[in-house]
């Protein structure tokens, strides 16, 4: 692939094309409704009716009216209702039927933009922050290459309000802010990460961000400089069980725990550290930099990614993924890793790595994306064994999870070992 051109990440058939896929899959099965057209003229009905008593439409009529245009084979009219519906659910705070709705647009079109921002801020009403913030980040980055600014603050905006303490989404707001031309915005941004940073102990995000404030005139006095952080520094006088959440300020003993009551067991990957990249925290603390400018090669990777040469931000994002994992800072390794699996340059390792960060970071939604992710890799490469492993691991998870039944649907549950 040549690399002075301008090439996207990821690749999907047109949407016609995926669709027609759709319903050749689904006719095997029976149709929400025996007659669509029937179905649509009565959800029609009950809508002209609320109307004319003044009421709001009922989410549950739009929903149908979504799930009778599918059934019909109008998908554009369908994603409308869906998101209608979504909107519909969330004003009465029924926020796990606008994520059922929202969910139901990410399948049939999974390049919906709209699905991700609404999922964010659903996601973060429920109080499911790292759900919201893989969401909203998500659609931001994507809103952000297209050029779209002003959406990808809007975004940013939610999500900072959202994880506070997540000093590098502030970093990128302030940045946005500054290419749009609100600096008062910026600054008040970067002062913001400047002394979350200060209280973290944290000298170089304290001095890089000083610079950034120096680029934008701000000529404030700078903080008395963080406490140096090293790596004989005494470890702090907590419980050596305990586990200390770094956003609600809890307390956890041992490994954190997946929220719901979902523990996840340690698998054998987890547990054997014959490679580099899986070795246990304090083997790689050992070799990791002194420097920790992890964040910033992961904007590098974005850089040379955007420019093509996706080589060079293989070479950042998994020099990150390991130095991020070294400061057990998981959720960005997650975010990194999968930048790096979009990339398709990651390995077995890397992905098996990608899961077990998502399991420290202790959120059940990111464990199973990370399993996904290496199932439909392993289904790719045509090693069945190894997809049926991370499926039947995701079902752990969640025993109900679809992606999980219909992987090993497609790959057998009586295969031998690749």
């Given at each position: 692939m040549s690399t002075s051109a301008r090439a996207p990440i990821f690749f999907a058939p047109p949407r016609e094309e995926r669709f027609l896929a759709w319903q050749k899959k689904e006719r095997r099965g029976p149709t929400r409704h025996g007659d669509p057209d029937e179905a649509i003229a009565r959800y029609l009905e009950e809508l002209r009716q609320a109307s004319v008593q003044g009421a709001l439409q009922p989410a549950s009529a739009l929903n149908g009216l979504g799930d009778a245009y599918l059934d019909k084979g109008d998908l554009d009219s369908a994603i409308d209702h869906y998101r209608q519906s979504a909107e519909a659910y969330a004003r009465e705070g029924m926020y796990d039927n606008a994520i059922a709705c929202c969910k139901k647009i990410r399948r049939y079109a999974p390049e919906n933009e709209q699905a991700g921002l609404l999922l964010g801020r659903y996601y973060g009403a429920k109080g499911l922050r790292a759900d919201a913030a893989r969401e909203l980040e998500a659609y931001a980055d994507r809103r952000d290459r297209a050029g779209e600014r002003k959406e990808a603050i809007q975004a940013l905006e939610e999500l900072v309000k959202i994880a506070p303490a997540r000093t590098l989404l502030r970093e990128k707001l302030a940045r946005l802010y500054a290419e749009n031309d609100q600096r008062d915005a910026a600054v008040e941004?970067?002062?913001?990460?400047?002394?979350?940073?200060?209280?973290?102990?944290?000298?170089?995000?304290?001095?890089?961000?000083?610079?950034?404030?120096?680029?934008?005139?701000?000529?404030?006095?700078?903080?008395?400089?963080?406490?140096?952080?090293?790596?004989?520094?005494?470890?702090?006088?907590?419980?050596?069980?305990?586990?200390?959440?770094?956003?609600?300020?809890?307390?956890?003993?041992?490994?954190?725990?997946?929220?719901?009551?979902?523990?996840?067991?340690?698998?054998?990957?987890?547990?054997?550290?014959?490679?580099?990249?899986?070795?246990?925290?304090?083997?790689?603390?050992?070799?990791?930099?002194?420097?920790?400018?992890?964040?910033?090669?992961?904007?590098?990777?974005?850089?040379?990614?955007?420019?093509?040469?996706?080589?060079?931000?293989?070479?950042?994002?998994?020099?990150?993924?390991?130095?991020?994992?070294?400061?057990?800072?998981?959720?960005?390794?997650?975010?990194?890793?999968?930048?790096?699996?979009?990339?398709?340059?990651?390995?077995?390792?890397?992905?098996?790595?990608?899961?077990?960060?998502?399991?420290?970071?202790?959120?059940?939604?990111?464990?199973?994306?990370?399993?996904?992710?290496?199932?439909?890799?392993?289904?790719?490469?045509?090693?069945?064994?190894?997809?049926?492993?991370?499926?039947?691991?995701?079902?752990?998870?969640?025993?109900?999870?679809?992606?999980?039944?219909?992987?090993?649907?497609?790959?057998?549950?009586?295969?031998?070992?690749?």
């Open positions: 941004e970067y002062r913001a990460a400047r002394v979350e940073y200060q209280s973290r102990g944290d000298r170089e995000g304290v001095r890089r961000v000083t610079d950034l404030l120096a680029e934008q005139g701000d000529r404030s006095a700078t903080p008395v400089d963080a406490a140096p952080v090293t790596r004989d520094a005494p470890a702090p006088a907590i419980e050596p069980t305990a586990v200390m959440d770094p956003e609600d300020g809890i307390v956890l003993e041992g490994r954190p725990p997946i929220p719901l009551g979902l523990e996840i067991e340690h698998t054998s990957y987890a547990d054997s550290f014959e490679d580099a990249s899986l070795a246990p925290v304090e083997a790689v603390q050992e070799s990791a930099p002194s420097a920790a400018g992890y964040a910033d090669m992961v904007a590098m990777a974005d850089r040379s990614a955007s420019e093509g040469d996706f080589d060079r931000a293989a070479g950042w994002l998994i020099e990150a993924c390991e130095g991020l994992r070294s400061q057990r800072r998981w959720e960005e390794a997650v975010d990194a890793y999968r930048k790096l699996a979009a990339l398709g340059k990651a390995s077995d390792d890397h992905y098996s790595a990608w899961t077990e960060a998502a399991r420290q970071a202790g959120m059940a939604s990111l464990v199973l994306e990370a399993l996904s992710a290496q199932a439909h890799w392993h289904v790719d490469g045509g090693r069945r064994s190894s997809a049926r492993k991370a499926a039947e691991e995701m079902l752990l998870v969640d025993p109900k999870n679809e992606i999980a039944a219909e992987i090993l649907s497609k790959v057998g549950s009586s295969l031998p070992r690749d």
